[in-house]
């Protein structure tokens, strides 16, 4: 096996998927209980639907992040379209330059 091949088993090795019908969220658990979202997508003919919340809603259940951060890529498809969305959550922008907005989501916990 090559490095390159090593390095790519263990990036990936690395990352989780949740997935239903008609969409998915990829992400990355780190052990301070972080968690980074690589990849999020929803069919566009099930777009407004509430998927995209049920997915994160789904990975927060199942993973218990104390939060969770985002990257929108502004040469991506419909850059404004991700932003936009992901502002209507709690996210706050924590940078950005010309080629990307990074955002991050404290999550909280009802104490029991």
């Known amino acids: 096996m090559s490095l390159y091949s090593e390095y790519l088993e263990a990036k990936y090795t690395a990352r989780r998927v949740i ?5 998915f969220i ?9 968690c980074y979202i690589w990849s999020f ?5 099930k777009r407004h639907a ?3 919340t049920q997915l994160e809603e789904m990975l927060i259940k199942k993973e218990r992040p104390v939060s969770i951060s985002c990257q929108v890529e502004l ?3 419909n850059p404004e379209l991700s932003l936009r969305k992901i ?12 080629k990307s907005i990074v955002l991050l989501k404290e999550i909280q916990y009802a104490k029991i």
């Open 19 to 23: 997935e239903i019908d008609n969409g």
């Open 26 to 34: 990829e992400y990355e658990m780190y052990p301070d209980k972080t």
């Open 41 to 45: 997508y929803v069919r566009p003919d």
């Open 50 to 52: 509430g998927l995209g």
């Open 75 to 77: 040469d991506s498809i």
């Open 87 to 98: 502002l209507t959550q709690p996210y706050k922008i924590t940078f950005a330059n010309e």
